[in-house]
């Protein structure tokens, strides 16, 4: 088996390539169902020896090296694969979740004309991020890193003869940039200071160069932060999740959900080591997690477009996952970006399958009464928010309440922390709750026009599943990680975690569902209205950012495209051709004038000689 | 010499002047033929002054000169009338401001 681990990636990689080139070689056009096969059936061989590779139980970590990638002086990156716990759970997800994503797209898609370039797009993402989390070195990560940075692009931009769609394209790939300039930067002050970029190598090197506290690494790993800050849109970088939903459901849920955004946790993860060198990153690391949690559960709260409340709702579960990775909980991190794979995924292409079948409808309150007519989709909604919500027992419940624990017995500042992922908890409960009832209870707005077929059922019923059980689930990754501590706090901080999800539950059946509670006299009050105003448009950052940089930029822009330094060349040009007319003047081709120009200097010459007292 | 005594000054005053006119001429008038007549005015000129200061000094160089002034206007006319006859037939006019293609 371990001989065909260079398989995973490249069965998407050749099918992505025959899906680009085929269409272009043929004279009509391919059937859709052969496309299917295709780009499917890649992605469902990659799962199978995934999974084969999984259950035969390593022994790990497994490294291959294909060949070396280049060699400059001492740096030779390899094209090389490093297998352990960790990287084996990324490929599940990617290879397992990304299977069903694309089950699911055969149908959402169909019809679409640009079928072939759909998945195309979708198996370079799979391959590329296969690529990120298999890659042995920071370099191949880098790659897998911007490759999948680019797929997003290409699919949140896949309707790009909307102008909106593509704005919100160059969004996503520009933010993004921003946090990969700073990932990029931390490469190479890794690579100066230690000599290498093989992520082992990495762990011993700092270990045994840098004392923990040392600035150094703290530089290093605010930097690697930085670029897990673009990708896994956190503060303040997460700017651009919420309008990458222009892509199709389906992408968002197999990038924007599932795997491509928490490609930030993954790399905090895999170069843990070098972050436990620099406990001021870990705290800002926790710190970033927590405050993008509760900003984007507040968000959630009012957004009234289905698909940003997922948005923000991930958001908000990846903020958990950071904060997580800041206690030192990196088992659970790992482990909530398992489960939250799972129930983010089933909820968006839930999502896909509701906008599906009413008409591309995106607004929640055009909804409602859905329960009895979708009731597939319903049982994935519930499946699904009550995972979100993590309430007891569902898979959520297990990763998320391992984290609060965890938390909790952080030394420095822990209860606090603690506190505040209870209200991101609660405020979970509320939005997700919220969600549901307008959807699926209530009296019906609009008629549905479809049902989901199989291809949307099955993977969606396989999710729910996962969502149900995937707590139960142990993930290898105690090899990986330093162990964390075994101490238990006491009884209350359990139950209290447990309760809160409930409390929020009812809260949320309160509002929206029972008719006791009625938002409406709040919601006349200006000041709610503004607050309401000011969570919709998630706190003013988008237009703080506007201000500060994006119209700064367009006016510099502007200022620069009359080119004002290219006046000064122009000046020069002017004075010359006004100078050439002047002279050319002269040249009238009258014998007469030249015969009187003549005259003029040769009565000058005369003139100096005699009066002029000088030597000619 | 006897007699006619004309001081040097007198003659080189008229040769002066009849270069000054020939001058003037060929910068005023825009016919090409009485442009080369006045060049002919000034030739003679210089050629007048040459011939004065040959007498006044008792040499022959002067009207030396002179024979050469009479052969190089000679042959001056002689190229100077081809160039007429070209000017005519290609402007159609002997004005020599029409004459203006080399204008910059």
């Known amino acids: 088996m371990t001989e065909l681990l260079w398989l995973i990636p490249l069965l998407p990689l050749l099918s992505a390539i025959v899906l680009m080139v085929l269409p272009q070689l043929s004279v009509k056009a391919l059937p859709q169902s052969l496309i299917a096969v295709i780009g499917v059936g890649s992605v469902g061989s990659a799962m199978l020896l995934t999974l084969t590779l999984a259950l035969s139980g390593g022994p790990y970590p497994i490294e291959q090296t294909l060949w070396t990638w280049m060699a400059v002086g001492g740096f030779t990156p390899g094209v090389a694969f490093y297998i352990d716990g960790l990287t084996l759970v990324m490929m599940s997800i990617i290879t397992g979740v990304g299977f069903l994503i694309h089950v699911f797209s055969s149908e959402f898609m169909l019809g679409d004309h640009s079928y072939a370039r759909y998945f195309a797009f979708l198996n370079l993402f799979v391959s590329a991020m296969l690529i990120l989390v298999m890659a042995d070195n920071l370099l191949l990560l880098f790659l897998g890193w911007e490759g999948v940075g680019v797929c997003s692009y290409f699919l949140v931009g896949f309707w790009y003869q909307q102008p909106d769609n593509g704005r919100a394209a160059r969004k996503a790939f520009i933010v993004t940039r921003i946090g990969d300039t700073a990932m990029a930067l931390g490469l190479l002050l890794l690579f100066s200071e230690l000599g290498t970029l093989n992520i082992q190598g990495l762990g011993v090197a700092a270990a045994g160069q840098w004392q923990a506290g040392d600035t150094m690494p703290l530089i290093a790993c605010l930097l690697l932060l930085g670029g897990a800050v673009g990708k896994s849109a956190q503060l303040p970088l997460q700017t651009w999740l919420p309008d990458a939903m222009a892509g199709p459901t389906p992408v968002s849920a197999l990038i924007h959900a599932a795997t491509m955004v928490t490609a930030g946790v993954y790399l905090i993860a895999r170069t843990h080591e070098l972050f436990l060198l620099a406990p001021t990153a870990m705290m800002v690391v926790a710190l970033i997690g927590l405050a993008t949690s509760l900003m984007a559960a507040c968000s959630a709260l009012v957004q009234h477009d289905i698909k940003r409340i997922l948005a923000y709702s991930t958001i908000s579960q990846i903020g958990y996952m950071f904060l997580a990775l800041g206690v030192g909980a990196w088992a659970s991190g790992i482990f909530h970006l398992m489960t939250h794979a799972f129930f983010k995924a089933l909820l968006f292409l839930g999502s896909g399958a509701i906008i599906h079948c009413l008409h591309h409808e995106h607004n929640i309150f055009k909804m409602g009464g859905l329960r009895s007519r979708l009731p597939v989709v319903f049982w994935s909604f519930i499946f699904g928010s009550a995972a979100l919500a993590a309430l007891p027992l569902t898979s959520g419940f297990f990763s998320k309440d391992q984290i609060l624990v965890q938390v909790f017995l952080h030394p420095q500042g822990g209860a606090w922390l603690w506190f505040g992922a209870l209200v991101g908890a609660l405020l979970t409960a509320i939005y997700s709750f919220r969600l549901v009832f307008v959807v699926f209870f209530g009296v019906a707005n609009t008629e549905v026009d479809k049902k989901p077929g199989w291809a949307m059922a099955v993977p969606l019923s396989l999710l729910c599943m996962l969502a149900a059980v995937g707590g139960l689930f142990a993930i290898p990754v105690d090899n990986v990680f330093p162990a964390v501590s075994e101490h238990h706090p006491s009884i209350w901080v359990e139950v209290v975690s447990a309760a809160v999800p409930l409390l929020g539950l009812s809260i949320a059946y309160l509002l929206f569902l029972g008719k006791q509670w009625s938002l409406q006299p709040l919601l006349r009050r200006p000041l709610s209205q503004r607050l309401r105003y000011f969570w919709l448009n998630h706190w003013g950052l988008d237009a703080l950012y506007d201000l500060i940089l994006v119209r700064p930029y367009y006016s510099l822009a502007n200022a620069l495209s009359s080119e004002p330094i290219d006046r000064l060349y122009g000046a020069i040009v002017w004075v010359n051709q006004q100078l050439h007319g002047l002279l050319s003047r002269t040249q009238g081709g009258r014998v007469r004038s030249y015969i009187a120009s003549m005259v003029l200097g040769l009565l000058l010459l005369i003139a100096l000689s005699l009066y002029g007292g000088g030597e000619m | ?104």
């Open chain 2, 1 to 104: 010499m006897e007699g006619l005594d004309i001081p040097l000054n007198h003659i080189l005053l008229v040769a002066c002047l009849l270069f000054a006119i020939g001058m003037l001429g060929l910068m005023i008038r825009r016919n090409i033929i009485f442009m080369l007549m006045s060049l002919e005015v000034m030739l003679n000129a210089a050629a007048l002054a040459f011939v004065a200061a040959g007498a006044h000094w008792g040499q022959a160089d002067g009207q030396i000169m002179f024979m050469l002034i009479l052969s190089v206007a000679a042959a001056e006319v002689a190229v100077g009338l081809g160039l007429v006859l070209q000017v005519q037939k290609r402007f159609k006019s002997l004005d020599m401001d029409d004459a203006n293609r080399m204008r910059g």
